[in-house]
């Protein structure tokens, strides 16, 4: 077993923004992007990021499908509480 650590996606899309806005500050509030390397790398991420909303989108895990979920969304009645 391994943990699952997930980012939400708009954390995702922050790092690097921040990354561009920290980079541009230190070069002089020089916010023109080098193309075309800013260009691909956040055509890449941004492909990432939908990429990844789609597979959790899909993924049987993340729409709360797991036997324990259903457990604690399952609300009592008199019956269960029979003996």
């Known amino acids: ?34 193309l075309p390397a800013d260009a691909v790398a956040f055509s890449v991420l941004g492909l990432l990021i939908l990429g990844v909303a789609i597979a959790r989108r899909s993924s049987t895990s993340y729409d709360r499908s797991d036997d324990l979920t259903c457990e604690v969304d399952h609300e009592d009645t008199p019956s269960d509480h029979e003996g």
Request: glycine share 2%; charged share 20%.
């Open 1 to 34: 077993m391994h943990p699952r650590i997930r980012m939400p996606l708009w954390a995702a899309a922050a790092v690097p923004v921040a990354a561009y806005l920290l980079r541009s500050v230190l070069r002089g509030l020089d916010f023109t992007p080098d």
